[in-house]
């Protein structure tokens, strides 16, 4: 019998109150939208900030302690690192060309077409080419697809001018190779003079402590102003998501409590009823926080579906392309709108405890 009085109820209440339910839903559905926009935001599109912000280069310099070199196959250990990104090696020496002393920068071209160089010409596609800095081509009055013969180690070699790069550094006076051809003028095979690191976000000293024990001999440093740039952008974001989200957490629970609230006030004759049919205080509360749970669920899964868009909108936007969502997402979204309606509804449903069915009844 209990469980068709409770049926019955339940039937009429949401039947007679679906105006109340669709506020509180509405309001339910508010606070995951926003919960689920910043969870999506936060777990998605932190890895395309990531990305983003490779523009910075390099967060970590790994460099010999004793004026040696580093190996080439030091690269690939540390890339295999969890939490490393990307990891690139330098070679630095001077060479002469003219009777003046430059300085020679050899690197993976290819790692630095996406790092804000500022190119004139081309980028080098063969061995046997070179990139000068601005400086070098005002010094030398060089132009493109003319050739340059630098001198290192008591031998000449000579190199095509692909184009000329400029960064506002110390590259602008420097020449840039391809790490082969830096090693064949400088007559270091696979030496390395700098491993540049790029750690991800957030777990930078994770990665200084992993370098520290692969390479004891090695000095490893954070590049402060790169590091501090990145942690200070998401943890601003972060902070700005987080405020957003209690805010609309509390106005969310409001909403639902008064909406929970005024309907004890206008329901007392039917708790009044119930109580004088024989349900108890644990009936009565199971009945409200059913309601409750509709409400949650209703508000919970549309919630999603509003903040999944939210954050594919907002990745759109940002970085022109969509963000994957965790498959743990939807779960979390359901699992918010059933907390925040359930939680909103337990004081009004502790003081429907209270009524006295002989006095509602009476009409007190």
Do not use: C
């Not at 061995?127 to 009055?141: S, T, Y």
């Not at 997402?329 to 069915?357: C, E, H, T």
Request: no cysteine; glycine share 12%.
């Amino acid at each position: 019998m209990k469980r068709h009085w409770f049926l019955f109820f339940f039937k009429k209440s949401v039947s007679l109150r679906k105006g109340r339910i669709l506020i509180a839903s509405a309001s339910v559905t508010l606070a995951v939208a926003v919960i689920t926009g910043m969870l999506g935001i936060t777990l998605g599109i932190r890895d395309k900030l990531g990305a983003e912000l490779k523009a910075y280069g390099a967060n970590i310099i790994v460099t010999p302690v004793k004026g040696d070199y580093l190996e080439f196959g030091d690269i690939g250990r540390i890339a295999k690192m969890a939490q490393v990104e990307e990891a690139t090696g330098q070679i630095f020496g001077t060479t002469q060309t003219g009777g003046r002393v430059l300085e020679v920068i050899g690197l993976d071209v290819t790692k630095i077409k996406s790092q804000g160089w500022k190119l004139t010409g081309n980028w080098p596609e063969k061995d046997g080419a070179a990139l000068l800095g601005v400086n070098i081509k005002e010094m030398l009055a060089l132009g493109e697809k003319r050739r340059i013969t630098l001198s290192s180690e008591g031998s000449d070699h000579e190199f095509e001018v692909a184009g000329f790069i400029e960064k506002g550094g110390p590259e602008d006076s420097a020449v840039i190779l391809q790490l082969d051809d830096a090693w064949r003028l400088l007559g270091r095979k696979n030496g390395l003079s700098a491993i540049l690191v790029r750690g991800k976000s957030g777990s930078l000293e994770h990665v200084v402590s992993g370098l520290k024990q692969m390479l004891p001999e090695a000095s490893v440093k954070t590049l402060r102003q790169v590091a501090f740039a990145e942690a200070s952008l998401l943890s601003k974001i972060q902070l700005l998501m987080v405020l957003v989200t209690i805010v609309v957490l509390f106005a969310a629970s409001v909403s639902v409590a008064s909406t929970m609230g005024a309907n004890v006030l206008e329901r007392r004759s039917e708790i009044g009823l119930m109580k004088a049919l024989g349900a108890t205080r644990a009936d009565i509360g199971m009945f409200y926080q059913a309601e409750s749970v509709l409400i949650g669920l209703l508000g919970g899964a549309t919630g999603f579906a509003l903040g999944f868009l939210s954050a594919q909108i907002v990745s759109r936007g940002a970085f022109a392309s969509f963000i994957s969502v965790p498959y743990y997402l939807p779960v979390i979204s359901l699992a918010a709108g059933l907390a925040i309606s359930v939680a909103a509804g337990y004081f009004p449903v502790r003081d429907a405890m209270k009524y006295n069915p002989a006095i509602i009844l009476r009409g007190e």
